[in-house]
T-cell receptor
Framework: IAGITQAPTSQILAAGRRMTLRCTQD?????MYWYRQDLGLGLRLIHY???????GKGEVPDGYSVSRANTDDFPLTLASAVPSQTSVYFC??????????????FGEGSRLTVL | GQNIDQPTEMTATEGAIVQINCTYQ??????LFWYQQHAGEAPTFLSY??LDGLEEKGRFSSFLSRSKGYSYLLLKELQMKDSASYLC??????????WGAGTKLIIKP
């Protein structure tokens, strides 16, 4: 079934470790996004990519980096994890980027716990 | 600043109608989205409004008033499977989405 695949589904990580969350889509969507979702808060955009080869910073980019080497893959890296990065991370994609973004399609999420 | 407000939790009865309100303040406006999110799952798209008025899609309808910075999601003929969180999100001038914290809807038999 076409869609967005995230890995790992869940991970417990020691503070200070490096971690990469993987995201792959097979819908040939141009734009991809990384959000974090924390209890009591709305989804917050970490980084985005409107097209392969370009990336941009969202609302909460500090401590995270992304790359978009091709259309399908959009990994999110935590260089040195801290407990405040404990969250559920969602990767999403849309067929087009702004100004015609439209509907977002989400992966199933990656639950990350930093101890 | 930019802000989205929606009630934290609502309770309704199976078969009834419920209206979930959302107010927003954004720098510029390029549309209002509603998403549904079941517990432990990914959000899924419900509706998009960019012009004032009501958009109907089956049992779900969404309304927008740009002058009031206000939207609502109307769910009719409630079913137990409608128990979920409903997320309101507004696109600002840069088209990035500002999300509300979500309204948890509890359906009782």
């Amino acid at each position: 079934i076409a869609g967005i695949t995230q890995a790992p589904t869940s991970q417990i990580l020691a503070a200070g470790r490096r971690m990469t969350l993987r995201c792959t889509q097979d819908m040939r969507h141009n734009a991809m996004y990384w959000y974090r979702q924390d209890l009591g808060l709305g989804l917050r955009l970490i980084h985005y990519s409107n097209t392969a080869g370009t990336t941009g910073k969202g609302e909460v980019p500090d401590g995270y980096s992304v790359s978009r080497a091709n259309t399908d893959d959009f990994p999110l890296t935590l260089a040195s994890a801290v407990p405040s990065q404990t969250s559920v991370y969602f990767c999403a994609s849309s067929l087009l980027g702004p100004p015609n973004t439209g509907e977002l399609f989400f992966g199933e999420g990656s639950r990350l716990t930093v101890l | 600043g930019q802000n989205i407000d929606q009630p934290t939790e609502m309770t309704a009865t199976e078969g009834a109608i419920v209206q979930i309100n959302c107010t927003y303040q954004t720098s510029g406006f390029n549309g209002l989205f509603w998403y549904q999110q079941h517990a432990g799952e990914a959000p899924t798209f419900l509706s998009y409004n960019v012009l004032d008025g009501l958009e109907e899609k089956g049992r779900f309808s969404s309304f927008l008033s740009r002058s009031k910075g206000y939207s609502y999601l109307l769910l009719k003929e409630l079913q137990m499977k409608d128990s979920a969180s409903y997320l309101c999100a507004a696109a600002g001038s840069n088209y990035q989405l500002i999300w509300g914290a979500g309204t948890k809807l509890i359906i009782k038999p």
